[in-house]
Antibody, heavy 120, light 110 residues
Framework: QLQLQESGPGVVKPSETLSLTCTVS??????????WEWIRQPPGEGLEWIGN???????YYSPSLKSRVSISIDTSKNLFSLNLSSMTAADTAIYYC????????????WGQGTLVTVSS | QSALTQPASVSGSPGQSITISCTGT?????????VAWYQQHPGKVPTLMIY???RRPSGVSNRFSGSRSGNTASLTISGLQAEDEAAYHC??????????FGGGTELTVL
């Protein structure tokens, strides 16, 4: 049973870069059957898909965030990471790491989520 | 890629049926059956209710059903129960090889 756990800072200053890590347990991240993705949810709002990474390192990003986002994978450590630059208050959100079955609309399991607040 | 369009809120009485729509374009919902629905209670992680447009994961009540027609996907909940009160989110694959969510719908059970 795959389990995902986010880690990273709870507070980021405006204009800085957010770096989050998702550690995967219960299975290998080096698996052709899954994509590994980041989804976020501002307080009181809906969900937003940020992007994903495949075990090969190939990535796909939301067009609205593409200029600021980078997702990478480390198969040796069984984790993947999110970098989001030029953070503003609008980026304050719960950030979830999620796994997604290739060729399916089944997104899950999800991590518990981590709240990131942008504040000076 | 614009967010899919969902009604902000819907409501129904216990025992009734409600339908939540999710409208996109030919570049997302209209391009494939890769549409899913999530239920989210306050403060909780979203839970998958429907995938591939109309399939239910094991353990999800058959009161939940999904369908797709053209550029619109729908989630129907029959026999409404108090525990169904939650936010519901749709998500669709896009021809840009990414994914896009709807804005979310708050369901109130009266």
């Amino acid at each position: 049973q795959l389990q995902l756990q986010e880690s990273g800072p709870g507070v980021v200053k405006p204009s800085e870069t957010l770096s989050l890590t998702c550690t995967v347990s219960g299975g290998s991240i080096n698996n052709e059957n899954y994509y590994w993705e980041w989804i976020r949810q501002p307080p009181g709002e809906g969900l937003e898909w940020i992007g994903n990474v495949y075990y090969t390192g190939s990535t796909y990003y939301s067009p609205s965030l593409k200029s600021r986002v980078s997702i990478s994978i480390d198969t040796s450590k069984n984790l993947f990471s999110l970098n989001l630059s030029s953070m503003t208050a609008a980026d304050t959100a719960i950030y979830y790491c999620v796994t997604h079955r290739r060729g399916s609309s089944w997104h899950g399991p999800w991590g518990q989520g981590t709240l990131v607040t942008v504040s000076s | 890629q614009s967010a899919l369009t969902q009604p902000a809120s819907v409501s129904g009485s216990p025992g009734q049926s409600i339908t939540i729509s999710c409208t996109g374009t030919s570049s997302d919902i209209g391009s494939s059956n890769l549409v899913a629905w999530y239920q989210q209670h306050p403060g909780k992680v979203p839970t998958l209710m429907i995938y591939e447009g109309g399939r239910r994961p094991s353990g999800v009540s058959n009161r939940f059903s999904g369908s797709r027609s053209g550029n619109t996907a729908s989630l129907t909940i029959s026999g409404l129960q108090a525990e169904d009160e939650a936010a519901y989110h749709c998500i669709s694959y896009t021809t840009n090889r990414g994914w896009v969510f709807g804005g979310g719908t708050e369901l109130t059970v009266l």
